[in-house]
């Protein structure tokens, strides 16, 4: 059995990667319903990287950017995380500004994106997917980090990390999400999906 | 003088006037040692309390709290330090995330578990910053001791 996420192979990483255009997809959606503007998605990137990599391809561990965590439970146990640049949030404020508690609607806005994703993922493999309420900071991105790779550090330094493009109202927006099941539940996934290296 | 970064589960010691770094602890916790007479200080960045629980413990000592601070005294002893004269400060151990049912708690057994470590060391603690809420990046200065600890959103604090 996969033991670490260096232990994946092309096709399972090609397979992950699928998860995340497809998640996307669905987000974009939702993301368009919540605004009530029109969204437009740009090819997501997705790959599998270290912890190391994502910090430094996000400006370095002290850059202060939004961090919402979000607990998988269900057939599937892991987490997601979402890491929003100031564009994001400038949007999600223009949108709300003086409606409601900004920090309740981005929280709502993770809480919206993380089911998108967990649907797409749960219609293409038949599992049941739970989610915890959504927690969120504002801090130094290794920091943030450090959570994941603190609660992860067992199965290795590696995650799926999807780097996704809107662009709502002809403003480019980029969300960052990077997405942890443990190895047990990477494995059910792989298996679900035909892609399990054994049994 | 050098200024030497410290990486998440990693450690480093130097002579004065070096300057050991470490960028953005979470629930992570630094350890700062100096022994001031004969200059040489460290610098331990841990992410988890005890080696024995999981399985990789003993592929990476400097993760873990237990397996990292007896290295650290041990790396500063080549540099010519002694173990009585060893004083520490510590910082980190923040819980980044209101999360309410929240099984691991790593931040506060992270520094639990390092005043337990120091304690039986018999290696004092001068000062710390430790809990609540925020990610710390610290700067350790042998030379004069100092701790140096920069908030996001709470500027900086010398310790």
């Given at each position: 059995?996969?033991?670490n996420?260096?232990?994946?192979?092309?096709?399972?990483?090609?397979?992950?990667?699928?998860i995340?255009?497809?998640?996307?997809?669905?987000?974009?959606?939702?993301?368009?319903?919540?605004?009530?503007?029109t969204v437009?998605m740009?090819?997501?990137?997705?790959?599998?990287?270290?912890?190391q990599?994502?910090?430094?391809?996000?400006g370095?561990?002290?850059?202060v950017?939004?961090?919402?965590?979000?607990?998988?439970?269900?057939?599937?146990?892991?987490?997601?995380m979402?890491?929003?640049e100031?564009?994001?949030?400038?949007v999600?404020?223009?949108?709300?500004?003086?409606?409601?508690?900004?920090?309740?609607?981005?929280?709502?806005?993770g809480?919206?994106?993380?089911?998108?994703y967990?649907?797409?993922?749960?219609?293409l493999?038949?599992?049941t997917?739970?989610?915890?309420?959504?927690?969120?900071?504002?801090?130094?991105?290794?920091a943030?980090?450090s959570?994941?790779?603190?609660?992860?550090?067992?199965?290795?330094?590696?995650?799926?990390?999807?780097n996704?493009?809107?662009?709502?109202?002809?403003?480019?927006?980029?969300?960052?999400?990077?997405?942890i099941?443990?190895?047990?539940?990477?494995?059910?996934?792989?298996?679900?999906?035909?892609v399990?290296?054994?049994? | 003088?050098?200024?030497?970064?410290?990486?998440?589960?990693?450690?480093?010691?130097?002579?004065?006037?070096?300057?050991?770094?470490?960028?953005?602890?979470?629930?992570?916790v630094?350890?700062?040692?100096?022994?001031?007479t004969?200059?040489?200080?460290?610098?331990?960045?841990?992410?988890?309390p005890?080696?024995?629980a999981g399985?990789?413990?003993?592929?990476?000592?400097?993760?873990?709290?237990d397996?990292a601070?007896?290295?650290l005294?041990?790396e500063?002893?080549?540099?010519?330090?002694?173990?009585?004269?060893?004083r520490?400060k510590?910082a980190g151990?923040?819980?980044?995330?209101?999360?309410?049912?929240?099984?691991?708690?790593?931040g506060?057994?992270?520094?639990?578990?390092?005043?337990e470590?120091?304690a039986?060391?018999?290696?004092?603690?001068?000062?710390?910053?430790?809990g609540a809420?925020y990610?710390?990046?610290?700067?350790?200065?042998?030379?004069?001791?100092?701790?140096?600890?920069?908030?996001?959103?709470?500027?900086?604090?010398?310790?």
């Amino acid at each position: 059995m996969i033991k670490n996420y260096e232990d994946l192979s092309p096709v399972a990483i090609d397979c992950l990667k699928e998860i995340g255009n497809i998640g996307s997809g669905s987000a974009a959606n939702a993301l368009s319903q919540m605004l009530g503007k029109t969204v437009t998605m740009r090819v997501p990137d997705v790959s599998v990287l270290d912890y190391q990599h994502v910090i430094e391809q996000m400006g370095g561990p002290e850059k202060v950017i939004t961090g919402i965590l979000v607990h998988l439970n269900g057939d599937i146990q892991g987490m997601i995380m979402f890491l929003l640049e100031d564009s994001f949030a400038q949007v999600v404020l223009s949108t709300f500004l003086g409606k409601e508690n900004v920090f309740s609607a981005i929280k709502e806005m993770g809480n919206i994106m993380a089911g998108s994703y967990l649907q797409a993922i749960g219609t293409l493999t038949g599992l049941t997917i739970d989610m915890s309420v959504p927690a969120m900071t504002v801090d130094m991105m290794g920091a943030i980090m450090s959570v994941p790779i603190v609660e992860y550090s067992e199965i290795g330094d590696k995650v799926l990390f999807i780097n996704d493009g809107f662009v709502i109202d002809g403003v480019n927006i980029k969300s960052n999400i990077i997405l942890i099941p443990d190895m047990k539940s990477l494995y059910i996934l792989m298996k679900k999906l035909g892609v399990a290296e054994d049994g | 003088m050098a200024n030497l970064t410290i990486r998440i589960g990693d450690l480093k010691v130097c002579k004065t006037p070096d300057i050991l770094v470490t960028y953005a602890l979470g629930s992570c916790v630094g350890i700062c040692l100096l022994d001031s007479t004969a200059g040489v200080g460290g610098l331990s960045h841990i992410m988890l309390p005890d080696s024995t629980a999981g399985v990789n413990g003993a592929s990476a000592p400097m993760r873990f709290a237990d397996t990292a601070i007896p290295l650290l005294i041990k790396e500063m002893e080549k540099l010519g330090a002694s173990r009585g004269r060893l004083r520490a400060k510590i910082a980190g151990g923040a819980t980044m995330f209101a999360i309410s049912n929240d099984k691991f708690n790593i931040g506060d057994r992270n520094v639990a578990k390092v005043k337990e470590m120091l304690a039986k060391e018999r290696i004092p603690i001068l000062a710390e910053d430790t809990g609540a809420d925020y990610g710390r990046t610290l700067f350790f200065y042998p030379e004069t001791g100092v701790m140096e600890i920069r908030a996001a959103t709470r500027g900086i604090k010398n310790l």
